[in-house]
Nanobody, 124 residues
């Protein structure tokens, strides 16, 4: 099994930045795709960003493209999400996820393990 723990959430003003981190434990050997999803009140969980196990392929939701950057450090079994130019509509609980395949996807149903989430609140 894989355990995931997110950190870095908090309250920030519009236009500000936050960096989320997700630490994975278990014998993953970093050979899995990882992704970030978010869920706002009254909304379904939506895709934010994903990265292949090599880090060679990255995908972003249109709503965050150009503002967010996903990265990973396989030696540390971590994935990060740098969020810049934050908007109030970015407010949500952010979850990291692991897919037991190296190819990243945008489909939340393809991911096998999930963290507990970290709250990001952007004030206007």
């Amino acid at each position: 099994q894989v355990q995931l723990v997110e950190s870095g959430g908090g309250l920030v003003q519009a236009g500000g930045s936050l960096r989320l981190s997700c630490a994975a434990s278990g014998r993953t050997f970093s050979r899995y795709a990882m992704g970030w999803f978010r869920q706002a009140p009254g909304k379904e969980r939506e895709f934010v960003a994903a990265i292949s196990w090599t880090g060679g392929s990255r995908y972003y939701a249109d709503s965050v493209k150009g503002r967010f950057t996903i990265s990973r450090d396989n030696a540390k079994d971590t994935v990060s999400l740098q969020m810049n130019s934050l908007k109030p509509e970015d407010t949500a609980v952010y979850y990291c996820a692991v897919r037991l395949v190296g190819i990243a996807t945008m489909d939340r149903y393809e991911y096998d393990y999930w963290g507990q989430g970290t709250q990001v609140t952007v004030s206007s």
